[in-house]
């Protein structure tokens, strides 16, 4: 008789709202979004926290969710770019990423966003130095960063002007 | 020991298309009974734009507003042919086959428009959706009353067919010359780089290049490209390898923590002019400008460690072990 996994009850808050997965045991926070909760816009690329397009934020600290259990995530909040904003609703980052052309194959995008996010939730006015290191854990292959480092400086003018967030 | 500063230059020739056994894309055009077109071609957007600047020449060869065209790509099971997305071909070809769809399309639009207005097609025009009659702006209908007269009424499609082909050429031979490419576009690049004799690791100060694109449909997305292809250039140069020991499979990288590419502190300084001289034959002069952005930067800063230090590493990646072997081999000439 085949062995039965053990399952878990993972509940968490969700981008503002709570939500309970059924998972299988070390099944990662990136697999839960994609497959069980099918949140897309967070990537799955290289799945050993090499490439930062996995990156959502955890209780409003960055990580990598191929990298965390996500029985870990139990009765914590999540938030994916999905949760900063959408069509229609555009945050400033995505709207300035959108008119930098900050975006080329777009798989790196989503994590850029959320390490930009997180960078300017703590340093509303950072420097072009600053933003470059925020960035250091998020590859990107097509646009050079250029593109991207402009964007954030000009989501962060635009924030500080009180664009509505 | 120290640190030596050098400045190299280097310059390419890219040619857009191949030869292969010739080398044709296909595309159609067909508009819905809303008045949008859609463009549907097997080629395909990985990232550098082109469904936007084919959405760019359809909306310009119909006369229709962007918004109006939707580009379908990438199912090679239900698209025209294509060869592929390859050989910085995909907006000169699909976009000279997208203005020859485009173009019959038109002049099914005109005539059923021509029916509806009481006018001869070759007097009327058609500028952002709207057909009116030549010197006579008051007379106008809509692409979109247009297409529900051709769907409901007249009871014809408003669609054309593309394709563009660059014929194999053959090569010569008594002399081996070949006509391979369509068109070439050029670019100049200068490095200024600096070298620590001491540890032999090399630092990229400055990447500035001069480029001859052709005509730029969406010069954002042609900076996009340029400035994508210097920061690749510089790590094909300095940092990535797939066998660093070659024939040997020893050390060979497995992940992104072994297979090193520049992050966003690893940026010179870049800066880029473009000029436009347009093709003969590019879709509105348009010349490709994809791979050749990683071309002129490897050389140039090859020539600039060289500048720097008075030697030439010609294997690639110039490793910091491999400039202070060169070194070492100079110092016991």
């Not at chain 2, 939707?70 to 000169?92: K, Y």
């Not at chain 2, 050029?186 to 001069?210: P, Y």
């Not at chain 2, 660093?244 to 880029?272: C, M, Q, R, S």
Request: charged share 20%; net charge negative.
């Amino acid at each position: 008789m085949a062995t039965q996994l053990a399952t878990h009850i993972v509940t968490f808050q969700l981008n503002g709202r709570p939500h309970a997965v059924t998972v299988a045991p070390l099944t990662t926070l990136r697999t839960a979004l994609r497959e069980d909760l099918h949140l897309h816009a967070t990537k799955a690329g290289c799945g050993q926290g090499g490439c930062g397009s996995c990156t959502v934020l955890l209780d409003n600290e960055l990580v990598l969710s191929c990298l965390v259990p996500v029985t870990l995530v139990d009765g914590r909040s999540v938030t994916t770019l999905e949760g900063i904003g959408g069509p229609g609703r555009l945050h400033p980052l995505q709207e300035a990423f959108h008119d930098h052309f900050a975006a080329q194959c777009g798989y790196c995008t989503a994590g850029m966003i959320m390490a930009a996010k997180w960078l300017l939730d703590r340093n509303p006015n950072p420097t072009r130095a600053e933003i470059q290191m925020a960035l250091a854990g998020n590859l990107c292959r097509c646009t050079g960063y250029v593109p991207i480092i402009e964007a954030i400086e000009d989501a962060a003018r635009r924030m500080s002007k009180g664009v509505k967030r | 020991m120290s640190v030596m500063r050098g400045r190299g230059i280097a310059s390419a020739n890219y040619p857009t298309g191949m030869n292969l056994g010739g080398d044709p894309t296909q595309a159609l055009v067909f508009c819905q009974p809303t008045g949008t077109f859609s463009v549907k071609l097997a080629s395909t957007d990985l990232g550098q734009g082109l469904k936007t600047v084919i959405g760019q020449i359809a909306a310009e060869a119909l006369g229709v507003p962007l918004e109006s065209v939707v580009v379908d790509t990438g199912d090679t099971d239900s698209a025209p042919h294509d060869m592929g997305t390859f050989a910085s071909r995909a907006t000169h070809r699909a976009g000279n086959a997208v203005i020859m769809a485009a173009t019959e399309a038109k002049k099914v639009l005109l005539e059923v428009a021509a029916e509806e207005m009481e006018a001869a097609p070759e007097d009327l025009e058609v500028r952002d959706g709207q057909v009116s009659v030549k010197g006579t702006p008051q007379r106008t209908m809509s692409v979109f009353d247009i297409a529900l007269a051709a769907h409901f009424k007249q009871g014809r499609t408003i669609s054309g067919r593309g394709i563009y082909l660059k014929p194999k050429s053959a090569i010569d031979p008594e002399t081996g010359a070949c006509d391979p490419d369509s068109t070439e576009a050029h670019v100049t690049t200068v490095a200024d780089v600096e070298v620590d004799t001491e540890t032999g690791e090399v630092t990229v100060l400055r990447l500035a290049s001069a480029y001859e694109v052709g005509r730029q449909v969406n010069p954002q997305m042609v900076q996009g490209q340029i400035t994508g292809g210097a920061v690749m250039g510089m790590a094909h140069t300095l940092m990535e390898s797939v066998f660093p020991y070659y024939p040997a499979l020893d050390h060979h990288p497995g992940n992104f923590g072994e297979y090193v590419i520049p992050t966003a502190v690893d940026l010179p300084e870049l800066h880029h002019v473009v000029l436009e001289y347009p093709s003969s034959n590019g879709p509105y002069g348009v010349k490709g400008v994809g791979e050749m952005t990683a071309n002129s930067p490897i050389p140039a800063i090859v020539n600039a460690i060289h500048d720097a230090v008075g030697v030439f590493v010609t294997e690639l990646p110039v490793t910091p072990e491999k400039v202070l072997r060169a070194l070492r081999a100079k110092e016991q000439l």
